[in-house]
């Protein structure tokens, strides 16, 4: 018997756009990022979050009014689709099987479009959605809040909830283009426009001592809703994000070494835990802050930097705690511990937490001494 050892590498190339009033009909940035086929106008289905719609009354019609001046260009096959916001449309299969069943009547193929707009969430579903038709459609994400501009809409990855864990079920799949428009960040809540900030904290302490200065002398200006300084963070929280995919050597994360997740095992079991009424942004806030403790106690970081990275947070306005960090379990066990097994397992059974060590740069820890996560727990 002989062996055929495959081997092919496949390149991704993808352009994350910085842009103003993405739909005003002078603004001919989506048409250039969408080619047709040849011949032909790319055909589109547009997926748009209602939270956005809610916050926009004006969108609907911009956006309408936009495709029918580019109709040459690009073809709506149908009127925009509204999908429920938030961390539920990640809960249920409904959303997904409704685009797949558009998809499907309008005869979507290989190089129609799935424009994506709204928060994190929703990129996510709409994502894993376009991921699944014909192996693929060509992804146009439009984050809309902080989160989706500097995180979750820029990556590589797409998701739902199901078997009682965050993000059990999803795929790797690069957008075709991704469109920040800054203009959709003044419309947020004050709990959206902040939850974002907690993902430039998260890199800046595992990466870039220099832009965690930043962010805390910028802390009352984010707070106070300083729409400078935040696109300023945006732009920079993104980069980070993007140079580490690209330059990582592991951007489908085949390995164990996940530092983008720093924070996360702990801000995964809170969400869950509190019905998603703590979100992603809020609970990282948090897991941040354990793991930074615990790192404190480990003589990573110093007391100092500990206490720069709380006043920090909670100068933009984060909370760094939250009455769930008291839940015991049947054991009388912080119940928050049950997510540091859950991340194991996501991970593929060999836990690596990323630490700070010190501020600015990283350690990969494959184990936790729980009785000092338990005081980390405690502290915070």
């Given at each position: 018997m002989t062996t055929i050892h495959q081997k092919f590498t496949v390149s991704f190339k993808y352009p994350v756009h910085f842009t103003r009033h993405v739909f005003d009909l002078d603004n001919s940035l989506l048409a250039e990022t969408m080619p047709g086929r040849?011949?032909?106008?790319?055909?589109?289905?547009?997926?748009?979050?209602s939270g956005v719609v809610a916050a926009n009354p004006a969108l609907l019609e911009q956006l309408n009014r936009w495709f029918a001046s580019n109709a040459a260009a690009i073809e709506l096959v149908k009127a925009p689709m509204i999908v429920p916001g938030g961390e539920n449309v990640k809960n249920g299969w409904s959303s997904v099987r409704e685009i797949m069943t558009y998809a499907g009547l309008e005869h979507l193929d290989r190089q129609s479009y799935i424009i994506a707009i709204g928060g994190g969430a929703v990129l996510d579903m709409a994502g894993f959605a376009a991921a699944l038709v014909h192996r693929g459609l060509r992804l146009v994400r439009l984050p809309t809040t902080?989160?989706?501009?500097?995180?979750?809409?820029?990556?590589?990855?797409?998701?739902?909830?199901?078997?009682?864990a965050k993000n059990f079920v999803g795929t790797f799949a690069p957008?075709?283009?991704?469109?920040?428009?800054?203009?959709?960040?003044?419309?947020?809540?004050?709990?959206?426009?902040?939850?974002?900030?907690?993902?430039?904290?998260?890199?800046?302490?595992?990466?870039?001592?220099?832009?965690?200065?930043?962010?805390?002398?910028n802390a009352h200006h984010i707070k106070e809703r300083d729409q400078g300084v935040m696109e300023e963070l945006v732009y920079r929280t993104a980069q980070l994000h993007l140079n580490h995919i690209a330059t990582s050597g592991d951007p489908f994360e085949f390995g164990s070494a996940r530092p983008l997740d720093f924070g996360h095992w702990a801000?995964?079991?809170?969400?869950?835990?509190?019905?998603?009424?703590?979100?992603?942004?809020?609970?990282?806030?948090?897991?941040?802050?354990?793991?930074?403790?615990?790192?404190?106690l480990e003589n990573r970081i110093s007391q100092a930097e500990f206490t720069a990275i709380i006043k920090g947070l909670q100068g933009c306005g984060l909370a760094t705690s939250s009455e769930l960090l008291k839940r015991?379990?049947?054991?009388g066990e912080p119940d928050l511990l049950e997510g540091l097994e859950q991340f194991r397992e996501h991970l593929g059974g060999d836990l690596c937490v990323t630490l700070p060590n010190p501020i600015g740069r990283k350690i990969e820890v494959h184990e936790m001494n729980r009785d000092l996560l338990k005081e980390a727990i405690r502290m915070v």
């Open positions: 040849p011949g032909g106008a790319a055909r589109a289905l547009v997926v748009i979050d902080v989160l989706g501009q500097n995180d979750a809409g820029i990556g590589v990855k797409n998701s739902m909830n199901d078997g009682g957008p075709f283009a991704v469109i920040n428009d800054f203009e959709f960040l003044k419309s947020l809540p004050f709990k959206e426009w902040v939850s974002g900030v907690a993902e430039a904290f998260k890199v800046a302490i595992i990466a870039d001592r220099q832009f965690f200065t930043w962010l805390c002398e801000a995964h079991r809170l969400e869950l835990i509190s019905n998603f009424s703590i979100g992603h942004g809020a609970g990282v806030a948090i897991g941040i802050a354990i793991d930074s403790a615990y790192a404190m015991l379990n049947s054991e």
